[in-house]
């Protein structure tokens, strides 16, 4: 059995950083799901099946969290000391507010269009353009100063002991890495509006 109390990135043996190799997180994920499933345990003591089900519950939850860019980006914020900050704040961005309006907008409106799903392809595909351009621009920052980046000391990748190193942003880009993860947060939510509503129109054929 594993350390409970490892993060997410020690956890799969991989680097704190927000640049990852999903195929060796998928890989790893299978080898440690295997390893600690309960089923395993089924005749094992009580203790050891109360182990056996955290453990896996902790397996699942880092690999959801790591696999998504949005969730890993908060976890990194965490994992290096610095909170999201106050839930209730938004960007201050008003270009991207109004344009997250006009999208919203756009969606209510294909309800009745001729085409709606022409509409919602359209808005769908510049929800992914924002996605990729937020997802580029908090990995630049997240990883800034990381093993291998632009900014990056005489280190390597991991210690004398094989243990991943812990990249750290500048405290001075925290509040820049929050605005990219508030306004990725508004994407994924109309993102979210825009699948509903074609699968309500999808629904209706």
Do not use: W
């Not at 990852?20 to 295997?34: F, G, K, P």
């Not at 006009?102 to 919602?120: F, S």
């Not at 621009?137 to 004398?160: F, K, M, Q, T, W």
């Amino acid at each position: 059995m594993f350390d409970l109390s490892q993060n997410h990135f020690q956890l799969f043996g991989l680097p704190v950083s927000f640049a990852l190799d999903t195929e060796m997180l998928a890989e790893r994920y299978r080898i440690l799901r295997q390893t600690v499933h309960p089923d395993l345990f089924a005749t094992a003591g009580d203790r050891e099946k109360r182990l056996a089900l955290q453990a896996s519950t902790l397996v699942n939850e880092a690999y959801q969290t790591l696999r998504d860019p949005l969730a890993r980006a908060s976890y990194l914020l965490l994992v290096r000391g610095a909170s999201l900050g106050d839930d209730q704040q938004t960007t201050q961005d008003m270009a991207f507010l109004m344009e997250q309006m006009e999208l919203r907008e756009a969606l209510a409106a294909a309800r009745q269009a001729p085409e709606p799903y022409v509409i919602i392809e359209r808005v769908r595909a510049r929800l992914s353009s924002l996605a990729d351009e937020l997802i580029a621009a908090l990995g630049a920052r997240l990883d800034a100063g990381a093993p291998g980046g632009a900014d990056a000391p005489a280190v390597p990748a991991e210690s004398a002991t094989g243990t991943p190193q812990m990249s750290v942003a500048p405290a001075s880009d925290v509040p820049a890495i929050r605005e990219l993860i508030r306004k990725l947060q508004f994407v994924r939510k109309c993102e979210v509006e825009a699948e509903a509503l074609e699968a309500a129109l999808d629904e209706a054929l």
